[in-house]
């Protein structure tokens, strides 16, 4: 089985984050930039709130996170991106796993964004307990739009 390291994001991370968010929908189709990208990256690195996937000790994808700002009432997952060469190995969930167990230490929600053309992102929210709670319509992109998901932590007792 394929060994998956994730660990905390850091400055030595940028080129290789930036190179697969800059070549991988929805953020092509959604007009990011490189300059977009880092300064995305460095802000999620400043605030500890960030994780890189390694295989083979190439950066193989990546979770940026807030916990207390960055949306009301929880956590927000800002930026989630697996390379294609990796992808249905299991990456994206271990990243998600990282993210949703430092939110849900402090919150009991985590929300996110995901846009409506992708139909994969929105597969893999749901199966991970995710719910449509809302729409933006005409987000980023005229005629698209960003559904807002959140997922509930589980309270025991
Ligand atoms: C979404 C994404 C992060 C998933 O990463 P991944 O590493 O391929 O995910 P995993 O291997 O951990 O899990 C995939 C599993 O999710 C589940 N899943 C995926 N799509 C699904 C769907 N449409 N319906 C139900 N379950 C689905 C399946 O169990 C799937 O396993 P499979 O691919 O072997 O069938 C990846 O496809 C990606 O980087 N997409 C482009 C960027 C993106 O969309 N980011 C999200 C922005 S909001």
Redesign the pocket.
């Known amino acids: 089985m394929t060994e998956i390291e994730v660990r905390r994001i850091g400055y030595e991370d940028i080129e290789s984050v930036c190179g697969i968010m800059v070549s991988?929908?929805?953020y092509v189709t959604l007009g990011y930039t490189r300059d977009m990208c880092i300064d995305a990256v460095v802000s999620n690195i400043e605030e500890g709130w960030g994780a890189v996937a390694e295989i083979d000790e190439k950066i193989a994808?990546f979770v940026l996170f807030r916990v207390f700002d960055g949306f009301p009432l929880g956590g927000y997952i800002r930026?989630?991106?697996?390379h294609p060469e990796?992808?249905?190995?299991?990456?994206?969930?271990?990243l998600m796993d990282y993210a949703e167990n430092i939110i849900f230490k402090y919150r009991r929600n985590v929300f996110?964004?995901?846009?409506s053309f992708?139909?994969?992102?929105?597969?893999?929210y749901?199966?991970r307990g995710y719910r449509v709670v809302g729409v933006i319509e005409n987000a980023v992109v005229e005629g698209l739009h960003e559904i807002i998901m959140r997922k509930v932590r589980k309270d025991r007792g």
């Not at 930026?79 to 697996?82: D, E, I, K, P």
């Not at 990796?86 to 271990?94: C, D, I, K, L």
């Not at 992708?118 to 893999?124: H, Q």
Request: net charge positive; proline share 3%.
């Open positions: 991988i929908d929805p994808g930026a989630l991106g697996v990796y992808r249905s190995m299991g990456v994206g969930s271990r996110l964004l995901v846009s992708n139909e994969r992102a929105i597969g893999f749901m199966g």
